[in-house]
Each structure stands twice: as C-alpha cells, then as structure tokens.
C-alpha cells in the first residue's frame, strides 16, 4: 500500500475529529475538576495615610560679640608620665603575692583586704610617708568595698 491510500480524506477527518473530542474531554475535565474560588471578602480595608512635610533649615542666629573663655589656673600640676599621682590608674605589681591594702598607711595597719596582681585601682588620696614606704589611698572603680592605703612600691602606673 502506498502513502496516499493511507492518508485519504476520510483518515484525516477522523483524526481531526478524535483530536477534537480528546481536547473538548480534556477541558471539560479540568474544569469539572477544578476547586471551587475562594469567596471574595467585599469588604474594603482601610489606609492610614501620614504626609511627613520635608525637612527645612533653619537660621542659626550668631552672637554679635564672642566672648572669651576666661583661663582657670589649675590647682596642682599633671603628673610626670608613669608617675603615681591623684586621679591616676595603677595595678597591683606584686611578682605574684598578694597585696595588703591597709585602713590607715602604715605596715602596723590592719589590712583590710588582699589586692592581686593586674587589678586596677584609682588613686584617690595621698602621698602619705609611714614605715619607710610611700602610701596612696585607693579606690576600685567596680566595688566601694574596695579601698584602701597601699604602699607605691607595689603599684605600676598605667598609661
């Protein structure tokens, strides 16, 4: 058999025709199967709308005269660098002992607690001589329970 007695006119309408209920079930069948919408909420929402104006400068009125500040002369000079000083931070340098910071300066002083290498204290008051040593009244900045006179000797100054 040749091609043309194959595809004849009656074959090609029956494939057209076929093709045509095949995608005719196809659509009928997406559409039957399909789930149902979502009921629409009718309701409208509501928008708040804030306008925020543009910023704008505003005129600095400058003083007519500056007036100079006037100079204060300071009580008592800055420390030398690496000096123990009034308002100066040290840490205890013990080479591993323990520090006695003591109520009142003076090796004959109760102690009233033990201060350990690298802590930091500021020093508050002083100097005080007693006992051979220099003494310097010092105050942990994390603890108030934490003050006392201890000797320089075993204070270095931190920079």
């Not at 009142?104 to 005080?128: H, I, M, R, T, Y």
Request: hydrophobic share 50%.
């Amino acid at each position: 058999m040749t091609m043309r007695k194959i595809l004849n006119g009656k074959v090609l309408v029956a494939a057209l025709v076929s093709a045509g209920v095949l995608l005719c079930a196809s659509l009928a069948y997406i559409l039957v199967r399909r789930p149902a919408a979502a009921p629409v909420d009718l309701i409208p929402g509501s928008a708040v709308l804030t306008i925020i104006p543009a910023p704008t400068s505003t005129p600095h009125a400058m003083p007519a005269i500056l007036t100079p500040i006037p100079s204060v002369a300071l009580s008592s000079p800055s420390p030398a660098p690496g000096q123990v000083a009034v308002g100066v931070y040290v840490q205890v340098a013990t080479g591993g002992d323990a520090l006695r910071v003591r109520e009142q300066p003076g090796l004959g002083n109760a102690p009233l607690f033990l201060a350990f290498d690298s802590e930091v204290f500021l020093v508050a008051k002083g100097p005080e001589q007693a006992d051979g040593y220099t003494w310097w009244y010092l105050t942990a900045s994390y603890d108030a329970a934490r003050a006392g006179w201890a000797a320089q000797d075993f204070l270095t100054v931190i920079p």
